[in-house]
C-alpha cells in the first residue's frame, strides 16, 4: 500500500479549464500539506490542514482551493488554470512527535501542465 | 522570516568521492532541521533529520550531517559516493510543533560512473 497516494499523476490541459487533484494518506497522520515544485525544482509550501483545519495559507492566489473531508484526504482544486500553474503538486503528512513536527511522507507528485 | 540556503546548485563528482553539501538556515531560535533525497523522477524522501541531542546525525545510505549552531549549519556528508547517488538534495528547517518546514532550492548532485 502506498503510504500517500496522489492521483492523477499527470494532468494536461488547456489555459482556463479547472481541475482537482486528489491526496489520501493511510498512516494516521494528523497534518497534511501542499507543496509546488517548479520547472527549478524549488519546492514551496501552499497549504497545511491539522485535522481538517486549515493552518497554513500561504500567499497562493484565490484560484486555489484546497478542501479536506477529512483527516485522510487533502483535495486541491485549481480555477481558472494558468500558464504559471505548471508544475508538480505534491502532497506530503506528517505527526508531531513529543512536540516536534516528525518527517514529512511525500506522494509521487501529480505533474501538471497547463497549455 | 526563516529562509534556508543551499549554496551549491550543482555538485559533479566521481564515484568514491567524498561529498559535502552545505546547508544554512537564518532562524535563530530551536530548529528542526532535514536533509530529503528526490531522485529522477520520483518522490521526496527522508535521508536524515535532527531535532535534538547529539549534533552528529547519521542516516540512511551512509549519509551524515552535523549541526552547528554557531554558525547555523546543517551539512551533509558521505565520505564515498554511488552513482546511485545521483539525485537533488534539499535541506529543510522549522521551527517546531505546527510550523511549516521550509525547503532550500536544493543541490543537483551528478556522479559520474
Known amino acids: 500500500d502506498t503510504a500517500v497516494s496522489q492521483t492523477p499523476k499527470y494532468l494536461v490541459t488547456q489555459m482556463g479549464n479547472d481541475k482537482s487533484i486528489k491526496c489520501e494518506q493511510n498512516l494516521g497522520h494528523d497534518t497534511m500539506y501542499w507543496y509546488k515544485q517548479d520547472s527549478k525544482k524549488f519546492l514551496k509550501i501552499m497549504f497545511s490542514y491539522n485535522n481538517k483545519e486549515l493552518i497554513i495559507n500561504e500567499t497562493v492566489p484565490n484560484r486555489f482551493s484546497p478542501k479536506s473531508p477529512d483527516k485522510a484526504h487533502l483535495n486541491l482544486h485549481i480555477n481558472s488554470l494558468e500558464l504559471g500553474d505548471s508544475a508538480v503538486y505534491f502532497c506530503?503528512?506528517?505527526?508531531?512527535?513529543?512536540?516536534?513536527?516528525?518527517?514529512?511522507?511525500f506522494g509521487e507528485g501529480s505533474r501538471l501542465t497547463v497549455l | 522570516a526563516q529562509s534556508v540556503s543551499q549554496h551549491n546548485h550543482h555538485v559533479i563528482l566521481s564515484e568514491a568521492a567524498s561529498l559535502e553539501l552545505g546547508c544554512n538556515y537564518s532562524?535563530?531560535?530551536?530548529?528542526?532541521l532535514f536533509w530529503y533525497v528526490q531522485y529522477p523522477g520520483q518522490h521526496l524522501q527522508l535521508l536524515l533529520k535532527y531535532f535534538s541531542g547529539d549534533p552528529l546525525v547519521k542516516g540512511i545510505k551512509g549519509f551524515e550531517a552535523e549541526f552547528i549552531k554557531s554558525k547555523f549549519s546543517f551539512n551533509l556528508r558521505k565520505p564515498s559516493v554511488q552513482w546511485s547517488d545521483t539525485a537533488e538534495y534539499f535541506c529543510a528547517v522549522n521551527k517546531g510543533a505546527g510550523d511549516k518546514i521550509i525547503f532550500g532550492k536544493g543541490t543537483r548532485l551528478h556522479i559520474l560512473p
Open positions: 532562524y535563530g531560535g530551536t530548529v528542526n
Open positions: 506530503a503528512s506528517s505527526q508531531v512527535v513529543r512536540g516536534r513536527d516528525g518527517e514529512l511522507f
